[in-house]
């Protein structure tokens, strides 16, 4: 009876696989959410705001399906609490004058082509206000700007 000789993985092999493994959870975790309203009703599904409150940590928001268009605020915004990309494909966010447009309480967004007009930053009371869209620094503040990010 013939034996075959054994063959061991080479131990690059080995710890590339294992990272692999370990990496392999998070790439198929990410998903492209899409906006497909102009809607700010958080409750329904394909609005920027449901997207904010909904999306999985290390998501994608794409506004292209509205691309160019604009998003009237009624209301603030929702914070944020996980880490975002957002393609804004060119969307106007208008807060109205009386609305926050973003406000990041935890995590990280990456916010590109959108241009954020007429809105309020607020930071906490008494607080520094250092994770809103714009320093606040415990009291509201018109922000009248265009802020083409990254």
């Keep these: 009876m ?3 000789p054994s063959h061991r993985p080479s131990p690059v ?4 696989s294992f990272l692999l493994v370990l990496c392999a959870p998070l790439a198929a975790g990410a998903a492209t959410r899409v906006v497909t309203s102009t809607s700010d009703n958080p409750a ?14 290390g998501d994608t928001i794409d506004c292209t399906p509205i691309a160019g268009q604009q998003i009237a605020l009624t209301a603030s915004l929702p914070a944020t609490v996980r880490s975002y990309t957002l393609i804004g494909a060119g969307i106007t966010i208008d807060g109205a004058g009386a609305h926050q447009a973003f406000q990041v309480a935890a995590g990280n967004m990456v916010i590109g082509n959108v241009t954020v007009h007429n809105a309020m930053s607020k930071g906490g009371d008494g607080g520094t206000g250092t994770r809103a869209a714009a320093v ?11 802020a083409a990010l990254r």
Aim: net charge positive; aromatic share 12%; with cysteine.
């Design 2 to 4: 013939r034996t075959l």
């Design 136 to 146: 606040g620094w415990g009291a509201a503040a018109r922000c009248m700007c265009t």
């Design 44 to 57: 329904l599904a394909g609005t920027l705001p449901y997207w904010l409150l909904n999306a999985a940590d």
């Design 13 to 16: 092999f080995r710890a590339v």
